[in-house]
């Protein structure tokens, strides 16, 4: 899919300010793509599409999660991590995408996961750190961006938890993965 | 077993710092076992044993894991972790402790688990808050141990998986589900 064909399917699905944010996303992503050697076409496809799910109905999402593959599990944690897996089903489902890469970036944007891509990296680390992002901590993480991918992630990896555990929130388990797996990697494990 | 047996059995695998720890865990656990209705007989062996295997070789504990019906992944993690679940097993083994709850207390003593017991709770927090502990945000667990169980295990909780976090360390997933748990209940869920 073209990108300005992609832009024009996910408009109408968005608020004006999620939409200026997935271009933003997109932005970042196609710039990472190009320092860290992924495809720049799927990276904007990925990022644009990213959030396309984000305002779907909570039974529709619970629908789709019910009715397909996706882990059941979903459905114990916040309603926030759906749009993710369902965005991935739903690119496919409304709009013919059927790239894995660029389904599983948008799956595990929210999470990351153990053993993510270079394409999952950059998505979930685009989503983190694009222009419009401003929280505590995150111009640490653009400039580690530049200059070593999993570390990046694993800095927003970590934040991310911290966050949550201070809000008292759950932590999906895919997170607790990404984190461990992104911390044995920069450890020199596995 | 008698009290006295039990440290006199414990006194010869510690070093004195950590045989004088295990005392103050045992002073700890016996208190809190009062205000929770626990048995405080129970509370007491459990917490002079929860630290027996601490010393024992490497090579030792892995044998254990290994030959047992424990969870291997342990083999893939801080060994800081083997000495809870090898003790648990070791109790048995040396003298004879069969009791579940005093082995599944020692077992789970470093990480938590979900759905912790009364007796879990109890060894795990006294561990953490015993008077020889000393470290940033104790006081504020100690003084919850005695109001709310539950919130006071969430608290310590929290903090060791923010500390292992800030030493870019990997989080055994029993301390995440044990996360997760705790706070679901802290937040009424189930």
Redesign the interface.
Same mark, same amino acid.
Do not use: A, E, K
């Given at each position: 899919m073209k990108i300005d064909m992609a832009i024009e399917k996910v408009r109408p699905h968005l608020t004006e300010s999620r939409f200026q944010h997935s271009l933003r996303v997109a932005e970042t992503a196609v710039k990472l793509a190009g320092l860290y050697n992924v495809s720049p076409a799927k990276a904007e496809i990925a990022a644009v599409f990213h959030d396309y799910a984000k305002y779907r109905p909570l039974e529709e999402m619970k629908h789709w999660i019910v009715k397909s593959t996706l882990p059941k599990d979903l459905l114990l944690y916040h309603h926030e991590l759906w749009h993710g897996p369902v965005g991935a089903l739903l690119i496919q489902a409304e709009h013919g995408i059927a790239d894995r890469e660029i389904q599983e970036a948008i799956q595990y944007h929210t999470t990351g996961r153990a053993n993510m891509s270079m394409l999952d990296k950059i998505i979930y680390l685009s989503d983190y750190i694009e222009p419009g992002r401003n929280f505590p901590g995150v111009d640490e993480v653009r400039e580690m961006a530049g200059k070593d991918l999993t570390k990046a992630c694993?800095m927003a990896s970590?934040n991310t !938890?911290?966050h949550l555990?201070r809000k008292?929130?759950? !932590?999906y388990?895919d997170s607790?993965y990404a984190? &461990?797996d992104l911390? &044995?990697k920069? &450890?020199g494990g596995t």
């Open positions: 694993w970590r !938890i911290d555990m008292q929130g759950t !932590i388990p607790f984190y &461990n911390t &044995n920069l &450890n």
